[in-house]
């Protein structure tokens, strides 16, 4: 899935249902590669939590963004929750 914000498109995916629970990824790692290495964990969870995976800019799937800064971070985060 996309969401845009600030004219970027941040790709994320989501998984299960319940209590949110945000991953963003780091500097280089994308949505799949935390999904490999967390959902395994969140087996147990998987009815009682909302996983959402989201890229950062310029890496997986969401687009390059030169300026990216904790007020985009935070307006990613509330559009996704």
């Given amino acids: ?9 941040f790709y994320y995916e989501e998984f299960g249902h319940g209590l949110p629970i945000i991953l963003f990824s780091g500097f280089a790692t994308d ?11 969140f087996q147990n969870y998987n009815d009682s939590l909302k996983r959402k995976y989201v890229d950062h ?3 997986g799937l969401t687009e ?3 300026d990216v800064g904790i007020n985009m ?9």
């Fill in 1 to 9: 899935m996309y969401v845009e914000v600030d004219k970027i498109k």
């Fill in 31 to 41: 949505s799949k590669f935390m999904q490999n290495g967390f959902e395994p964990i």
């Fill in 57 to 59: 800019p310029g890496v």
């Fill in 73 to 81: 971070i935070l307006n990613i985060l509330l559009e996704i929750q």
């Fill in 64 to 66: 390059y963004a030169n």
